[in-house]
């Protein structure tokens, strides 16, 4: 869902399901993309990345689609499970620069 | 695998006083490191990046009299806050790339002013 002030839009799924968290990024001259996720308190950790001439790539319960036409990103997850509760970002990188940027955010709530 | 270690995990300091953060890569050098600040159900906002041997670069908005950063070594960068204000509470978190698509981050550092 689109995010409203300062609120994290929130996914909520049952265990099992497979969740579809999206991204819109900003810069069009971006050519490397990475999703982490962050746990309440912790540090983002690495889940996975996809360079711009790729569209798809895909790890362990993980796929990354990217659609460059209209600056999208999104993360599956396959048979989310509890442990996959976090706040998901995704983050933009312009090899030119040593910076990335990073998205709003989603909060996955998985229930049992 | 690479590891970026960041001390302390938490803090609490009485208002007007300075509080150290550090940030150690642990198993590859970092000529550049960078500081976040994360408000509560926020993303991660770039607060200024660290050059080992030269000065920091600060976003804009960033006061670089406020939060001075050090990087005095290719494993250890530091970030202080002086003269805390409650305002200044937040979780700052630090990150280090190994390469120039892979970065590492800190597991965060929980400051409180009071």
């Known amino acids: 869902g689109e995010s409203v002030g300062l609120h994290l839009p929130t996914l909520s799924v049952q265990e099992g399901d497979n969740s579809i968290i999206n991204c819109a990024y900003s810069n069009s001259a971006s050519d490397y993309f990475i999703w982490y996720k962050q746990e309440s308190g912790k540090g983002p950790q690495f889940i996975i990345d996809i360079r711009s001439n790729m569209d798809k790539r895909q790890g362990q319960r993980v796929t990354v689609l990217l659609n460059k036409t209209v600056k999208h990103l999104s993360l599956q997850i396959a048979a989310t499970q509890p442990g996959d509760s976090a706040v998901y970002f995704c983050a933009e990188k312009d090899s030119g620069y040593s910076t990335l940027t990073f998205g709003k955010g989603t909060m996955l709530l998985v229930s049992p | 695998g690479a590891v970026v270690s960041q001390h302390p995990s938490w803090v609490i300091c009485k208002s007007g006083t300075s509080v150290k953060i550090e940030c150690r890569s642990l198993d590859f050098q970092a000529t550049t490191m960078f500081w976040y600040r994360q408000f509560p159900k926020q993303s991660l906002m770039l607060m200024a990046t660290?050059?080992?041997?030269?000065?920091?670069?600060?976003e804009q908005g960033v006061e670089k009299d406020k939060f001075l950063i050090n990087h005095a070594s290719l494993t250890l960068s530091t970030l202080t806050v002086t003269s805390a204000h409650p305002e200044d509470s937040s979780f700052y978190i630090c990150?280090?790339?190994?390469?120039?698509?892979?970065?590492?981050f800190g597991q965060g550092t929980r400051l409180t002013v009071v």
């Open positions: 660290s050059n080992e041997g030269s000065k920091a670069t600060y």
């Open positions: 990150s280090a790339p190994r390469t120039n698509t892979e970065a590492f």
